[in-house]
């Protein structure tokens, strides 16, 4: 069966099995999965669940631990009147009107050294303590935290997808580095807006989600600020692993064989730095709430059973676009994309779309399709600089991110909203940003070719 027919039935059976029969997610994307495998003549009927398995066990390997560590830190930052307490002073800096924007600032910074999963898990207890004080405009707080994070995720290194595409289409990392993050301004800023009008035009229930109800979020947003943590003390457990994680990038950056590189590869790890953060958070829950060490087991549980239940789904959509993978359907839309007159950035973009779409990850769209172009820039000498190329492939692998993307599921399952709320609002919002992305590399490309 072509890769395409496959892609075809897989987006079908996950779309049965989740929206029409309200299968469990994780269930359906794992079918999805052997499906995929059944249908595709290029993996071996014996192979299929094996796998399926590794491509789970290698994703649950990389994110599992930073999710389930994320996960209590957020109950903690919750619980404790942290996350209230940065709400609070983010309100009186901008002002209540502004205070999204504060959310959109946070994620692009955050987000360059730090992977989204890991920069939603952080803010996410914000914006929910935000619609807590407001009582309106959750749609919009939840979105924002989207808006810079998933663009710095995909146009600036260090994270692996524009790392990867500077390497192999070998640009400049300062000029990577650079160039994607003047990219990203425009398109976060677009996303903001885009968030704005979505907030106001589709409304979505404040629902609970594991760990605190939402009577309990409203009497702690009711304290008074004399007894919430102090702002520094509140913003550690968040500030405390981006430092750690940079630290690691900014010393491989300048020198990988310093002595030091070893220390801050283990302190930068991102497992590391999120167990330090949790270690914190739990002192902080300890400390403002003074519960014993028994008392804080029931939120401790609960935290960790709900980033339990994310992992598993997150893994099973891994999987899922992981056989995708092995059905050679990425490559075979890049041939089909490849085969038609397309200009140079127009068809980086398409291309990564066709790929993001297939299979989920916006890393392997970016490796995928930067190793495509990679000999056809070379040939084509293009009168822009290369770092356009690889600015709109990132954009590219914005586009299209539906239930075979982790990062749904991430932002589904934390935000509490359903299956279809999560396809009305996380994949348009992705989807313009990566427009405005392309659009603001295509006009840099123009005005400023760098050449």
């Not at 995929?36 to 071996?44: A, E, I, M, N, T």
């Not at 003390?233 to 900014?250: D, F, K, Q, R």
């Not at 990564?352 to 990850?361: E, T, W």
Request: contains cysteine; glycine residues 8%.
């Amino acid at each position: 069966m072509h890769p395409v027919v496959v892609l075809v039935a897989a987006i079908a059976v996950v779309f049965l099995l989740i929206i029409r029969l309200k299968i469990n997610a994780f269930i359906a994307l794992i079918v999805a999965a052997i499906v995929v495998g059944v249908l595709s003549p290029q993996v071996p009927f014996g192979e299929i669940m094996p796998k399926v398995a590794g491509l789970f066990g290698t994703l649950c390997g990389k994110i599992g631990i930073v999710i389930a560590l994320a996960a209590l830190i957020g109950q903690c930052l919750m619980e404790s009147g942290a996350a209230d307490k940065i709400v609070r002073v983010f309100v009186r800096i901008l002002g209540e009107e502004r205070s999204s924007l504060s959310l959109v600032t946070s994620g692009y910074v955050l987000s360059i050294p730090v992977f989204f999963d890991t920069v939603f898990y952080l803010l996410v207890p914000l914006a929910r303590a935000m619609r807590i004080r407001s009582g309106k405009h959750y749609l919009l707080f939840l979105m924002s935290i989207c808006c810079g994070a998933t663009v710095t995720h995909s146009l600036v290194p260090p994270t692996p997808g524009p790392l990867a595409m500077a390497a192999e289409l070998k640009i400049d990392l300062g000029v990577m580095i650079l160039v994607g993050a003047l990219i990203a301004v425009p398109a976060s800023f677009v996303g903001w807006m885009f968030s704005i009008w979505r907030d106001r035009n589709y409304e979505v229930p404040f629902r609970e989600t594991p760990g605190m109800s939402v009577e309990e979020l409203e009497e702690l947003a009711a304290r008074d600020e004399s007894q919430l943590p102090g702002f520094w003390h509140s913003l550690a457990p968040i500030l405390l692993p981006v430092l750690l994680i940079t630290s690691n990038t900014v010393v491989n950056a300048v020198d990988k064989s310093s002595p030091l590189a070893v220390y801050t590869g283990f302190l930068g790890d991102p497992n590391f730095a999120l167990l330090v953060s949790a270690a914190v958070a739990l002192h902080l829950l300890s400390t403002s709430r003074r519960m014993s060490l028994a008392e804080m087991a029931k939120p401790v549980e609960l935290a960790l059973a709900n980033g339990g239940l994310i992992i598993l789904i997150t893994a099973a959509g891994g999987s899922f676009g992981g056989m995708l993978v092995e059905a050679g359907v990425g490559k075979a839309l890049g041939e089909m994309a490849g085969s038609y007159n397309i200009p140079l950035l127009l068809l980086s973009f398409l291309l990564a779309v066709l790929i993001k779409i297939a299979q989920g990850s916006g890393t392997v769209a970016m490796i995928t399709v930067s190793t495509i172009m990679a000999p056809i820039v070379l040939a084509a000498e293009p009168s822009y600089h290369t770092v356009y190329v690889a600015c709109a492939i990132g954009s590219g692998s914005l586009v299209g991110s539906w239930m075979n993307d982790s990062g749904f599921w991430v932002y589904k399952q934390m935000s509490g909203l359903t299956e279809i709320e999560a396809l009305k609002t996380w994949t348009p919002l992705l989807a313009v940003n990566g427009v405005a992305g392309f659009l603001a590399t295509a006009l840099a490309a123009w005005l400023l070719p760098l050449r």
